[in-house]
């Protein structure tokens, strides 16, 4: 399996027979300027999309007639098995962002969990809806989202073995959120990889969780 990162919280998670699964595409320019990521050239096959916001929901123009998924329904596309599980875009049960979906990817015999705008700590039974993952991708910027400590203990409470951060300040984010360095002072084991993209293999996963740090040009 391949993941790619495209900046914010989209991300192109490929198998190994090539079908394309793309998380939250984000809308190059808006909200004034501040989501300044160059547009998405990536074609996918199937699109998750978080929550109905520009800077997750830009699905549009994406090239390769992909299959949107919105909501928490179990699609199988391609022998990828996509599900969601719904959480809120706040701590106040939505009522000041409205709702967020935590997607479930199942591919090449691993589980990736994209959290989407997460806003608050998983409760048990949410956790237990989403279940053990082993590639997590977690917002860690605060703000609008979890920040580094809750970031940290969701990926604790899922398991994960692998944890890839995004939604946090960049040269080309403007949004008022905290750099990625700010979780990775919170964990012991990290990685910057100098590229957009690395391969992830299930009998070679670390023992101990780690966090790898994508570029995304």
């Keep these: 399996m391949k993941i790619k990162w495209l900046g914010h919280s989209s991300f192109l998670i490929e ?3 090539g079908t394309k699964v793309m998380t939250d595409p984000f809308e190059s320019g808006s909200y004034d300027g501040a989501v300044a990521y160059a547009p998405i050239k990536d074609s996918a096959d199937v699109i998750t999309v978080s929550h109905d916001h520009a800077d997750h929901n830009a699905v549009d ?7 949107i998924i919105r909501g928490g329904e179990e699609t199988i596309i391609k022998g990828v098995v996509v599900r969601g599980v719904g959480t809120f875009h706040d701590e106040s049960k939505g009522q000041e962002r409205g709702r967020n979906v935590v997607h479930i990817v199942d591919v090449d015999g691993l589980r ?14 949410e956790a237990e809806a989403v279940g053990q993952v082993d590639v997590l991708l ?13 970031a940290r203990d969701v990926a ?16 080309d984010l403007g949004f008022p ?4 360095d700010d979780f990775l002072k919170l964990m012991e084991q990290v990685e910057r990889v100098a590229a957009t993209s690395i391969e992830i293999d299930k009998d070679n996963l670390p023992e101990k969780r780690s966090v790898i740090v994508l570029d995304y040009k």
Excluded: C, F, W
């Design 15 to 17: 198998s190994s027979d």
């Design 61 to 67: 123009g994406i090239a390769g007639n992909p299959v």
């Design 112 to 125: 990736v969990g994209h959290l989407g705008d997460l806003g608050h700590a998983l409760s048990d039974d």
């Design 138 to 150: 977690a917002p860690v910027g605060g703000y609008y989202t979890i920040g580094p400590e809750e």
């Design 156 to 171: 604790e409470k899922l398991g994960a073995r692998i944890v890839i951060p995004m939604h946090y300040k960049t040269e």
């Design 177 to 180: 959120i905290q750099p990625v």
